[in-house]
């Protein structure tokens, strides 16, 4: 009965206290989707993108005193748009209304409506330097605990005798909980202290291998405010730097259907808070500031995941064949692998900024305390093998008029390796906008850390030239396109020849108003594969094709209610297979009144694809910072909902439930991970703090 009391006595206490405005989350909603659904993986980590947004939404950026940096940390806008914004405050002074973002040549009234809930106009001068004093005084406290589970069982954590969980590879030692912690001190943009610990599916807690409780901890201290310290980072931290070639750590656009959203922006030193347990730098960084010029220095040593062998015939003689990147403890193998590596990381990136223009040079070294020799296979044998390589490399950024130059330049030391990528961003007029990048990437090119634009996975073999275009016909007609053919000179993983392929993208979208929105998106792929009529001798190679239709229907029936109807179609041809096709229906509600402290995300989906290789990956609703975009495949309906309740004015509770029923499946998944059953559900419950 108490606990009934308390509970009536929250839920009546919130209501006239939910201030966040449901119309700017779904702004926030809407680019993580659009992004999150052109890199067709689930694992996803949008943290940072998320947090710049979600800060910006109560903070919004001051456009009379916002620098270069500033505008491209918001992910919203081309450089071409922010010169554009320079350029008038230079001329015509500070702005006086937000409306006079209507006279910018390069900003259209859909990039206006997108970026008019994270930016205002205000005369006052923001403070630029913040002491550290001030910063612990006006702070915000913020925790996050987070418990996500599949409830069904699954093969691995089946319980076996002591004798063969000690033998086999095929059980895991924890349970099926994956338990999330975050906790942040922070100071608008200047000051982040936090720590955060993630414990995966089937890893011990407090027990066993995990003694210490959570498998993966992360803390950091951030501070940017200062005249000549611009920024410093203590502990986990990430760096980007140029187009990513030499080094990037973090999240970086690919092909979307922003066609024109092609370039990289570099946020050269900011702090980590996401749970990758890799890409990630730990140790100290300092970004130093002189006039036009900035230094960045920083070096990382943290231990990484790695299988450790002895030579058979020099038995002191210890090196690595393998470092696993998965950040998983759950078995023997695995747990044997634990920080197997020790990663030494340190280097120096120089830039100048100088209005529209930006050069930048930067050197980075990377070693083992062994050294990595992993198996020589035909298509891996140009890898990088040994203890140590340093990187070089030289990036440029260049506004003029209506055109964007930008690119970068880079050298691998232990292999005489090269890799560029050189593109032009321009407008023929106010309605139509271009992009052309050039890249080449030499088959012996390796750093672990980067991030350029490419086709594959890796930033090595591989060449290719790519064409955006982006025509806004009308204020509610608009068309994205692009067409990218691309080579790999050498072998690749699962392709036993040099090999080309192409890929290109049309996207009509129509816009009458605000609140409705109707696209359809046509995508063809040709990517080359080993054939499957292989005779064990000589593999030949084939193009498979696959072609993506999607037509969505987004409609805002009122303040509080949203629509999303979605029907997509996949094909996939091969020579030496039976064609595929797969299809998926979906019907979203989205339901977030401004006057209740609750909101509610639904789905039902209709499913059926002929097997897993004609999957449709698909965003689905979460829970802050949990970022969800899963395979849809088989035959069978998917469903989840979503709620969020916000009490006590500094509570937010997440509860999310889905289940995917298969109609032509006795079992889902493989070898551990294999549940007995029709059905695989996923319960997700969050409570974030804020104080």
Known sequence: MMKTLLFSACFLLSFGVFSQDPEKNAIIQQRVEFISEQLETEDLDLTNITEVLIFRLDHPLNLNTANWEDLQELFLLTDLQINDLMAHRNTYGKFISIYELQSLKYWDLNTIELVLPFVKVDDKLDQLHVSLKE?????????????????????????????????????????????????????????????????????????????????????????????????????????????????????????????????RSANTLRPYTSVDETRFLRGAAVDLGLGDFSLTLFGSSKRVDASVLTDSLLQEFEFVSSINLTGFHRTNSE??????????IGGANLRYQKRSLQLGLAATYQGYDRAFIRDTLPYNQFDFRGKSTTSLSADYSWVFRNFNFFGETSYASHSNAWANIHGVLFSLDSRVAMSMIYRNYQRAYHTFYNNGFSEGS????????????????????????????????????????????????????????????IYFRFREQVRPKNSRDSDGTVTEIEDV?????????????????????RVEYVTINRRSNTPEAGFVVSQDVIYKPKSLPISFAMRYALIDTDSYDSRIYTFENNALYVFSAPAYYYQGSRAYLLVRYKFLRRFDLWARYGTTIYANRNSIGTGAEEITGSSRSDITVQLRIQL
Do not use: C, M
């Open 135 to 263: 910063a612990f005084k006006y702070g915000k406290f913020e925790a996050f605990l987070r418990y996500q589970r599949i409830p069904e069982h699954k093969d691995g954590y089946t319980d076996v005798p002591d004798s063969i969980q000690e033998t086999s590879n095929s059980y895991y030692y924890g349970n099926p909980d994956r338990y999330y912690t975050r906790l942040r001190f922070k100071y608008r943009t200047n000051l982040s202290v936090g720590v955060t610990a993630e414990k995966d599916p089937g890893e011990q807690f407090f027990k066993g291998a995990q003694k210490n409780g959570f498998d993966f901890y992360s803390a950091h201290a951030f501070y940017k405010g200062g005249k000549y310290i611009k920024s410093l980072a203590l502990g986990d931290y990430q760096v980007q730097i140029g187009q990513g070639l030499n080094l990037w750590s973090g999240y970086a656009f690919g092909k979307t259907a922003d066609a024109t959203n092609v370039k």
């Open 335 to 344: 747990i044997a692998r634990r920080d197997g590596l020790r990663e030494n």
């Open 458 to 517: 890796r930033t090595q073999n591989e060449s290719g030239f790519y064409t955006g275009l982006k025509v806004n016909f009308t204020r509610a007609f608009t068309v994205n396109a692009y067409a990218d053919v691309f080579k790999f000179p050498w072998l690749r993983y699962q392709v036993d020849a040099p090999s080309q392929g192409h890929e290109w993208l049309i996207q009509p979208s129509y816009k009458p108003r605000r609140g409705f929105e």
């Open 545 to 565: 094709q696959q072609r993506n239709y999607r037509l969505n229907l987004s409609y805002k029936v009122s303040d509080a209610v949203q629509l999303k109807s």
